[in-house]
Antibody, heavy 121, light 106 residues
Framework: EVQLVQSGAEVKKPGESLKISCEGS????????IGWVRQMPGKGLEWMGI????????TYSPSFQGQVTISADKSISTAYVQWSSLKASDTAMYYC??????????????WGQGTLVTVSS | EIVMTQSPATLSVSPGERATLSCRAS??????LAWYQQKPGQAPRLLIY???TRATGIPARFSGSGSGTEFTLTISSLQSEDFAVYYC????????FGQGTKLEIK
């Protein structure tokens, strides 16, 4: 069974750093793309970026370029997204997602359970 | 960036009736269009990709159509579990979602 298991909820202050994780299991982690999707409270879905764990090839949405860093450690089947200096506007649910390659790259076939990040002073 | 616009924002339909949701792209995305369903407190799930291909395990009452800039998701006979928010997403040029359509019980 394919699973993406994300790290737990976080409460942080503005200016703090944060790294959240997503562990994949039940499939060959290296050969599927892993992406991150943001959902702000009561709002819609936004792609942040995507990484290919096999070679760490990464693409960011223009809106998130420079705002977050996406990485992966294929040896432990885990992907990450990190912030160096959080803002209140980073408060959101963050989903780790799996996507195939080729013609279906960008189609999300599995979702993690979400990590709620709250940034408040 | 390709902008995806969904209509209506909210759709009220009675159980057993047909629901038709629309999604428009600001430029052609060919057939590189997916639909997702999200229920409160849950992660979304994939319904349709390639504009009209049902994902694994998705009931036949869900169907997708369209190409280029105009797309439709049709639910032929609404069940209680279908009331949710639906998002379209293009994957032709990077990836962008529509703002969602909330399907509510009439």
């Amino acid at each position: 069974e394919v699973q993406l298991v994300q790290s737990g909820a976080e409460v942080k202050k503005p200016g703090e750093s944060l790294k959240i994780s997503c562990e994949g299991s039940g499939y060959t982690f290296n050969i599927y793309w892993i992406g991150w999707v943001r959902q702000m409270p009561g709002k819609g879905l936004e792609w942040m970026g995507i990484i290919y764990p096999g070679d760490s090839d990464t693409t960011y949405s223009p809106s998130f370029q420079g705002q977050v860093t996406i990485s992966a450690d294929k040896s432990i089947s885990t992907a990450y997204v990190q912030w160096s200096s959080l803002k209140a506007s980073d408060t959101a649910m963050y989903y780790c997602v799996r996507s195939g390659g080729g013609m279906v790259r960008g189609v999300i076939d599995y979702w993690g359970q979400g990590t709620l990040v709250t940034v408040s002073s | 960036e390709i902008v995806m616009t969904q209509s209506p924002a909210t759709l009220s339909v009675s159980p057993g009736e047909r629901a038709t949701l629309s999604c428009r792209a600001s430029q052609s995305v060919s057939s590189n269009l997916a639909w997702y369903q999200q229920k409160p407190g849950q992660a979304p799930r994939l319904l349709i990709y390639g504009a009209s291909t049902r994902a694994t395990g998705i009931p036949a009452r869900f169907s997708g159509s369209g190409s280029g800039t105009e797309f439709t998701l049709t639910i032929s006979s609404l069940q209680s579990e279908d009331f949710a928010v639906y998002y379209c997403q293009q994957y032709n040029n990077w990836y962008t979602f529509g703002q969602g359509t909330k399907l509510e019980i009439k």
